[in-house]
């Protein structure tokens, strides 16, 4: 399973490269040097072996980060999504929370400045990144990513960009073509739950049509706001985690239109441009809860059609 997540990814990585250029790829060898040693440690004393789903966990994470993120900031979120988004619950398979999410949120409130202030421009043509280490800086924080725009001008970024990868963001966030051929990929082998992905989209789109269609100016079509702002990237890799998301086919369901929802809210009335990430953490403290509920609502169902028939 993780393997074939691997597979998925390692077109993002080659576009990351392309896009930003190969400090991209420089960053994710550091990240994953400490993410494997960090869990090296920990399941060594239990006599475990270091399970493929770390370096899964290093990628998602590096690909959530902008060009820019200073290598030891990057490798200080690994080691706290390893050790306290995973290995505090017991290591694999046992862990609530996403562990790159979880890094991903401790960068992202503790080092405000460089995960959201200092962004590359993307590179275009041929050889594009190949060529360059990092490509320029963004000088103007309100040109810096699709959703900042947004928010700071009211304007929108052609579709046909967003679609293609041509904004800048992080890594790989910005394709979404990229990212929607790996989830058609992963939903083929059946390693993502697409009711999870079906809840979100259902979630985010019913609601922001709504507020957009009454006139909600903080709210931006839906479309513009599904292809932007690492929605889809991470209702593809992180809202489908089968370890910190619901097992049962209808709490799937409930937590993805969960997610969705919850991302609107953020993304349109609290300070946070994106919102996906702290949503699918929210999400994820109700897992359990909402496997509960479906769970107890089947027994008591099944319980009252056999109370039904012995009473006939």
Same mark, same amino acid.
């Given at each position: 399973?993780?393997?074939?997540v691997?597979i998925?990814? *390692?077109?993002? !990585?080659?576009?990351s490269?392309y896009?930003?250029?190969?400090r991209?790829l420089v960053?994710?060898?550091w990240?994953?040097?400490?993410g494997?040693?960090?869990?090296y *440690?920990?399941?060594k004393q239990?006599d475990? &072996?270091?399970?493929?789903a770390i370096?899964?966990?290093?990628?998602?994470y590096v690909?959530?980060l902008p060009a820019r993120?200073?290598?030891?900031?990057?490798v200080?979120?690994i080691?706290?999504?390893?050790?306290?988004g995973?290995?505090?619950?017991?290591?694999?398979?046992k862990?609530?929370?996403n562990?790159?999410?979880v890094a991903?949120?401790?960068?992202?409130?503790?080092f405000?400045e460089?995960?959201t202030?200092q962004?590359?421009?993307?590179?275009?043509?041929?050889?594009?990144?190949?060529?360059t280490y990092?490509t320029e800086?963004?000088d103007?924080?309100?040109?810096?990513t699709?959703?900042?725009m947004?928010r700071?001008?009211?304007?929108?970024?052609p579709l046909?960009?967003?679609?293609?990868g041509n904004?800048?963001?992080?890594?790989g966030?910005?394709?979404? !073509?990229?990212?929607i051929?790996?989830?058609?990929?992963?939903?083929? &082998?059946k390693?993502a739950?697409w009711?999870?992905?079906?809840g979100?989209?259902?979630?985010?789109t019913?609601?922001?049509?709504?507020?957009?269609?009454v006139?909600?100016?903080? *709210?931006?079509?839906?479309?513009f706001?599904?292809?932007?702002?690492?929605?889809l990237f991470?209702m593809v890799?992180?809202a489908?985690d089968?370890?910190?998301?619901? &097992?049962?086919?209808?709490?799937?369901?409930?937590y993805g *239109?969960?997610i969705?929802?919850?991302?609107?809210?953020?993304?349109?009335?609290a300070?946070f441009?994106?919102?996906?990430?702290f949503?699918?953490?929210?999400g994820n403290?109700?897992?359990?809860i909402i496997?509960?509920?479906?769970?107890?609502?089947?027994?008591?169902? &099944?319980?009252?059609?056999?109370?039904?028939g012995?009473?006939?």
């Amino acid at each position: 399973m993780m393997r074939t997540v691997i597979i998925a990814l *390692i077109p993002l !990585i080659i576009a990351s490269i392309y896009f930003f250029g190969w400090r991209s790829l420089v960053l994710l060898l550091w990240v994953t040097l400490f993410g494997v040693g960090t869990e090296y *440690i920990f399941e060594k004393q239990y006599d475990r &072996k270091v399970s493929e789903a770390i370096f899964v966990t290093c990628i998602l994470y590096v690909l959530t980060l902008p060009a820019r993120t200073p290598i030891w900031i990057a490798v200080v979120g690994i080691i706290f999504g390893v050790l306290f988004g995973k290995e505090v619950f017991g290591g694999f398979g046992k862990n609530i929370f996403n562990p790159a999410l979880v890094a991903r949120a401790f960068v992202y409130v503790s080092f405000p400045e460089p995960l959201t202030i200092q962004w590359s421009k993307v590179a275009t043509g041929f050889p594009g990144g190949f060529a360059t280490y990092i490509t320029e800086n963004i000088d103007t924080i309100s040109q810096a990513t699709p959703m900042l725009m947004f928010r700071d001008t009211g304007q929108m970024e052609p579709l046909r960009n967003l679609l293609i990868g041509n904004v800048s963001g992080s890594l790989g966030e910005t394709s979404a !073509i990229l990212i929607i051929l790996a989830a058609i990929y992963l939903i083929y &082998k059946k390693v993502a739950a697409w009711e999870t992905m079906a809840g979100v989209l259902i979630g985010f789109t019913g609601l922001s049509s709504i507020l957009y269609l009454v006139g909600n100016p903080q *709210i931006p079509n839906p479309l513009f706001g599904i292809l932007s702002g690492g929605f889809l990237f991470g209702m593809v890799f992180m809202a489908t985690d089968p370890i910190s998301s619901p &097992k049962t086919k209808e709490g799937k369901w409930i937590y993805g *239109i969960l997610i969705g929802i919850i991302t609107v809210i953020i993304r349109g009335y609290a300070l946070f441009a994106g919102g996906m990430m702290f949503a699918i953490l929210i999400g994820n403290t109700f897992a359990p809860i909402i496997d509960e509920g479906v769970r107890y609502g089947k027994k008591r169902k &099944k319980e009252s059609k056999e109370k039904g028939g012995s009473v006939a």
